[in-house]
């Protein structure tokens, strides 16, 4: 299936202002429906766009992607129990090793000044959020701990692209690595610590954002158009 990234754009938008109004509406039991489709959608859109890529990237990043989508299954029905929610968390865990399997694969082995930096401020901002939501985390604080630093190495792999690939690919990939951190950030204070207000719309957002630009990112490695 080939979707043409215009027409993708407007269906994916679509998807995910659907998912949100029925997440913060009555209706939100309908959303074993409506979450699902907008991974299903990219996975699509992947499929269709990414064979140009090499055997390694294509097959990792669709792995990604599928426990990606195993995640959200699992996450929307974390308020019944918290082994939904370690169920999420170790999909998701499973699909950020993978993005950065995919990254470290097109990353320079020599580490930057700038990498090194990326890596220091990333550590505080785990160690900022850890310290914020340990109040309430219980039998989950190792769960959390491990999760918080496999979004960290995500990112810092992503920054690692730096002077690998062309400057669309990196932007856009580690643009979606960052929009990542918010929205894991975004959940975890909005399940741990307090009501985000809209948080249906901001966690999707930015989580769909993150998905989709690191998705693209990819796709642009070697400048082909998708």
Same mark, same amino acid.
């Given at each position: 299936?080939?979707?043409?990234?215009?027409?993708?754009?407007?269906?994916? /938008?679509?998807?995910?202002?659907?998912?949100?109004?029925?997440?913060? +509406?009555?209706?939100?039991?309908?959303?074993?429906?409506?979450?699902?489709?907008?991974?299903?959608?990219?996975?699509?859109?992947?499929?269709?766009?990414?064979?140009?890529?090499?055997?390694?990237?294509?097959?990792?990043?669709?792995?990604?992607?599928?426990?990606?989508?195993?995640?959200?299954?699992?996450?929307?029905?974390?308020? @019944?129990?918290?082994?939904?929610?370690?169920? @999420?968390?170790?999909?998701?865990?499973?699909?950020?090793?993978?993005?950065?399997?995919?990254?470290?694969?097109?990353?320079?082995?020599?580490?930057?000044?700038?990498?090194?930096?990326? !890596?220091?401020?990333?550590?505080?901002?785990?160690?900022?959020?850890?310290?914020?939501?340990?109040?309430?985390?219980?039998?989950?604080?190792?769960?959390?701990?491990?999760?918080?630093?496999?979004?960290?190495?995500?990112?810092? +792999?992503?920054?690692?692209?730096?002077?690998?690939?062309?400057? /669309? +690919?990196?932007?856009?990939?580690?643009?979606?690595?960052?929009?990542?951190?918010?929205?894991? !950030?975004?959940?975890?204070?909005?399940?741990?610590?307090?009501?985000?207000?809209?948080? +249906?719309?901001?966690?999707?957002?930015?989580?769909?954002?993150?998905?989709?630009? /690191?998705?693209?990112?990819?796709?642009?490695?070697?400048?082909?158009?998708?």
């Amino acid at each position: 299936m080939h979707f043409r990234p215009t027409y993708f754009i407007w269906l994916f /938008i679509f998807l995910v202002l659907s998912d949100s109004i029925v997440g913060a +509406s009555a209706f939100s039991g309908f959303r074993f429906i409506t979450k699902p489709m907008i991974l299903i959608a990219l996975i699509a859109y992947f499929i269709g766009n990414g064979k140009h890529l090499t055997k390694s990237t294509y097959y990792l990043t669709l792995s990604a992607l599928f426990f990606s989508l195993l995640g959200d299954i699992f996450l929307i029905f974390d308020h @019944g129990s918290n082994l939904y929610f370690i169920s @999420g968390l170790v999909s998701f865990l499973f699909a950020h090793i993978l993005y950065t399997i995919v990254f470290l694969q097109q990353s320079s082995r020599k580490k930057s000044l700038g990498s090194w930096l990326i !890596t220091l401020l990333f550590l505080g901002y785990g160690a900022t959020l850890f310290v914020l939501l340990q109040g309430s985390l219980d039998q989950l604080k190792l769960p959390v701990i491990i999760y918080i630093l496999a979004i960290l190495v995500m990112a810092v +792999s992503a920054y690692g692209r730096r002077e690998k690939v062309n400057a /669309i +690919s990196f932007n856009l990939v580690f643009l979606g690595a960052l929009f990542f951190m918010a929205s894991d !950030t975004l959940l975890a204070i909005d399940k741990f610590m307090f009501d985000v207000p809209w948080s +249906s719309f901001a966690v999707m957002g930015t989580y769909a954002t993150a998905q989709f630009l /690191i998705v693209k990112g990819l796709l642009y490695e070697n400048m082909k158009k998708n």
